[in-house]
């Protein structure tokens, strides 16, 4: 009996394991505004969305967690890098999904940065770029 249950809870275990990987893979990113190639003008929202982990706010550590950060003209951060502290990657660490972005007339890259509670990147499989033109 005892060698059943054992049998039962690492097959169990090993099936959860083996899920986790795909997990992980299912999750991404996106903006839902503004759309790629929009023309916007400033200020300007930009909506953030995420499927597959939730929004947490900075310092909370709670596995498949994190909030968003957003960088403009900048490429994603890679996987465990720390995400800079300057006016060109901005953290949303309370869990925001919206902010308003004020940038002068331009073309943009913005690249939103999903990242856990100590702003360590989930690197490219949890970002997304998009280009507008602020007129």
């Known amino acids: 009996m005892k060698s059943r249950i054992f049998s ?22 996106s903006f839902v505004e503004p759309a790629d190639g929009a023309v916007v003008s400033s200020p300007f929202t930009v909506k953030f969305a995420v499927s597959g982990m939730e929004v947490k706010p900075a310092g909370d550590m709670t596995p498949n967690t994190g909030h968003h950060h957003l960088l403009i ?13 300057d006016d060109k990657h901005l953290h949303f ?36 770029t998009i280009n507008v033109t602020v007129k």
């Not at 039962?8 to 990113?29: I, K």
């Open 73 to 85: 003209n900048e490429d994603s951060i890679p996987a465990g890098q720390s995400i800079p502290i």
């Open 93 to 128: 660490g309370k869990g925001q999904t919206e902010t308003s972005v004020t940038l002068p007339p331009g073309q943009y890259k913005l690249t939103m940065q999903f990242a856990n509670g100590a702003h360590q990147s989930y690197g490219p499989e949890l970002s997304k």
């Open 8 to 29: 039962l809870l690492f097959s169990a275990a090993l099936m959860s394991a083996s899920l986790l990987p795909q997990m992980a893979h299912a999750a991404s990113v």
